[in-house]
C-alpha cells in the first residue's frame, strides 16, 4: 500500500510541475482518433513534400551535369581535357604515351631546376643604400632627450 501511495503522491507532484504537458496529454487521450488522423495527413503531406523536394534537387543536378557534359564535347581538348581520362591531373600523360618513370624523372627535375633557383635568389647579395658613408651598419645609443 505504500507503494501505491508514493506512486500516486509522485504522480500528483508531477502534474503540479508541469500541468500544460499533462492538459495536453489529458486532451489528446479524449480527441485521439481525430487528433491521429489529422497527424498522419500533416506526416504524409511532409514526407510527400520532402520526396518532391528530392526529386527536383535530383532532376536540377542531372540537368546541370548534362548541360556540363556538353560544354566540355564543345570545347573539345581545350583546359587539359581528354575524352574518357577525365579532367585535370595526371590524365594528359596518358594521351601523350609517357610512362610513369618518364613523369616522375620530369618531375624531380622540374623540381630541381625551381631549387637551384631559389638557391640563387638567395645567395645574391642584396644591395642596401648606404646612409653616411659606412655608419649605416653601426648601432647608435639612443637617450631620451626631457
Not at 82 to 93: K, R
Not at 127 to 146: C, H, L, P, S, T
Amino acid at each position: 500500500m505504500t507503494y501505491l501511495k508514493i506512486l500516486f503522491y509522485g504522480l500528483l507532484s508531477a502534474i503540479e510541475r508541469n500541468p500544460i504537458f499533462f492538459l495536453v496529454l489529458l486532451l489528446l487521450a479524449l480527441f485521439a482518433p481525430f487528433v491521429i488522423e489529422w497527424a498522419l495527413w500533416v506526416i504524409l503531406g511532409i514526407v510527400v513534400i520532402a520526396i518532391l523536394g528530392l526529386l527536383f534537387f535530383v532532376l536540377r543536378f542531372r540537368k546541370m551535369q548534362r548541360d556540363m557534359n556538353n560544354q566540355f564535347r564543345q570545347a573539345g581538348g581545350a583546359s587539359g581535357f581528354n575524352a574518357g581520362t577525365g579532367f585535370g591531373g595526371f590524365s594528359h600523360f596518358a594521351s601523350s604515351n609517357m610512362s610513369l618513370e618518364e613523369l616522375v624523372r620530369q618531375m624531380q627535375a622540374q623540381a630541381d631546376a625551381q631549387q637551384q633557383r631559389n638557391t640563387q635568389r638567395q645567395q645574391q647579395p642584396t644591395q642596401e643604400k648606404k646612409i653616411n658613408g659606412d655608419k649605416a651598419d653601426e648601432y647608435v645609443d639612443f637617450e631620451e632627450v626631457k
